[in-house]
Structures are given as C-alpha cells and as structure tokens.
C-alpha cells in the first residue's frame, strides 16, 4: 500500500501542469475500445489458468478445471496489487479447495516455474524493444536471451534427472502437453499485448505492437513490487514518455483500469460458483438427511411375515 502512495504521489508531481491533457486524453478512450481491452484480459487471465491447469496435470494432479479456475480467479484479484501474492492466493485456494486432488504446495510453486518460464523466454526475445525508450545497449537483450535459454536447457535436464516431490512440478518440460503450455501461455501473453495496443491507439499515442510489448515487459517486472495499480501508469510513462508523458499516464491508467475489472469479474464468478455449488451441495445432504429417517422409519413399522 505504501508503495502504490509513493509512486502515486510521483505520479502526480510528474503530471503536474498536465491536468488537462491528462483528463483530455482519459476521456477520449470509445467505450467500445475499452470493453474489447476487459475481454482480451478476461482470455488472458483464462488462457494463463488453463496453462496452470496443464502444468498440475503433468505433475500428477487431479484437481478438477473448475475448482482450479476457482482459484485462479481469487489469485487474479490479489495478483492486482502484488504479482506474488497472487500467486500465493491461488496456491492457498487451491490447497484449501482440493487438498486431496492437488499437489502439495512445493510441488505447486514448482508448477509455476514451466509458465513463468516461458513469459520469461518471450521478455528476453522482445527484450530489445527496451532498446530505444531506456537507452539500454544493443547487447544486452543478447546476453538475456542466451542466459535465458541456458536456464531453460537446465530446468528441462533437471526434469528429467528428478522427478518426485518438489522436482514433480517440473514434469510437463518432459512431458508431451508442453506444447500446449506454451500455446495457452502465448495466447495470453499476446491478448495482453493487444489490449497494451489498443489502450495506446485509443488516446492518440500511435505506437508499434513492439512497443505494446516493451510496456507489458516493464509491467511484467514493475509488478513484482508492491506499487498496485499504479504499475500501469509507472510503466506507460517509463516506456513511453517520449510520446507524451500525460497521454502515456493516461494509457497505463486505462491499461490498470481494465486490468483491475477483469480480474474483479474473475474473482466474481469465483465466488459465485463456489456459493452456488456450496448450496447445491447443502440441498443435496439435506435431501439425503431426509430420506434417512424415513427409510428406518418404513422399517421399523414394516410388517414381519407370520410364522
């Protein structure tokens, strides 16, 4: 919370004297735009579930897609002010719904590592996008993608030497369905990208879908500190400033706006399809209390056949 304040607060000195602009730009964004952005989040946030979904699998685990996208769904609302901690809620939720049917939580964490893997791959790829906007060395995206690409040779050589507890989590990087991991993991990925795009097109700040890309980089790692929603605006204008610090403000507000509200959504039916199976579970036991007494009840007064 206090660093959301704090990078608020620069927010709003670095915006001073852009009040109208900033406003200006805001509002300018079609309604229409803005619901096309909230369903592209909306299949970001499942496409990265059903990816997790695949990962558990692989690792032995049973769950259901239904109590798993239940857990997702609380994940994603925490994941809004804090990357980790969201993770952390879905791990918990999960455990707390299918204690059976789930990994443990070591295996849990370690389930995550194939997905963070290959956001972690596609950054490093795309990491030269970074090039312009933060002066970074040419070089550099270089040495990120052959470091990267030798953690990743590690991880899937390790997956094959250890396969049990913690190591089980690793499982799909051997196992066939990788690919589909990395298909729902793309997938998501690339609907963020072009709500990032679209955002930006929708105020006026007419950039490539490169840069589309630098700024979910740069959310990608900003998110990992404890800044909330303000990781939006921080990143937008980190990265895009040079087209206009007020209209990349108002971009990463958008951008944090509608990244909030899908994952309020997700969370909503999270909760709604818990309540509901809860009642349908409770109407079930109560039928089933019923019938009990009853059936004793018959036999108890059943006649007994004469002698």
Excluded: Y
């Excluded at 930006?200 to 980089?217: E, K, Q, R, T």
Aim: include cysteine; charge should be positive.
């Amino acid at each position: 919370m206090l660093g959301a304040l704090i990078v608020t607060g620069i927010l709003g000195v670095v915006l001073a004297g852009r009040r109208h602009e900033f406003i200006t730009a805001i509002t300018s964004a079609p309604l229409s735009v803005l619901g096309i952005a909230l369903v592209l989040q909306l299949v970001a946030l499942l496409a990265r579930a059903e990816a997790w979904l695949i990962s558990l699998h692989a690792a032995g685990g049973t769950v259901s897609r239904r109590l798993l996208f239940r857990a997702a769904g609380a994940g994603a609302l925490v994941g809004v002010v804090n990357g980790s901690l969201g993770m952390a809620a879905r791990i918990a939720s999960l455990r707390r719904a299918a204690p059976e049917d789930a990994p443990r939580v070591p295996c849990l964490l370690a389930a995550e590592v194939p997905i963070i893997t290959v956001e972690i791959v596609l950054a490093a790829v795309f990491s030269f996008t970074l090039v312009a906007p933060l002066g970074v060395a040419w070089w550099i995206p270089m040495i990120a993608v052959g470091v990267i690409t030798a953690g990743v040779l590690a991880l899937r050589r390790l997956s094959h030497a250890k396969q049990t507890g913690l190591w089980a989590g690793l499982a799909v990087m051997r196992h066939r369905s990788g690919g589909r991991l990395i298909a729902f993991t793309l997938l998501s990925v690339c609907a963020q990208v072009l709500r990032n795009w679209l955002m930006l097109h929708a105020i006026g700040v007419n950039v490539s879908i490169f840069d589309a890309m630098a700024l979910l980089i740069a959310m990608f790692t900003l998110g990992q500190l404890p800044i909330g929603p303000s990781t939006g605006p921080a990143a937008a204008v980190l990265i895009l400033g040079a087209h206009g610090v007020a209209a990349s403000a108002a971009a990463g507000v958008l951008v944090a706006a509608t990244g909030t509200i899908s994952a309020i959504c997700f969370a909503t039916w999270a909760l709604g399809d818990r309540l509901a199976a809860g009642r349908a579970d409770s109407i079930s036991d109560s039928g089933r209390g019923v019938a009990g007494p009853e059936l004793l009840l018959g036999a108890v007064v059943q006649p007994q056949p004469s002698p």
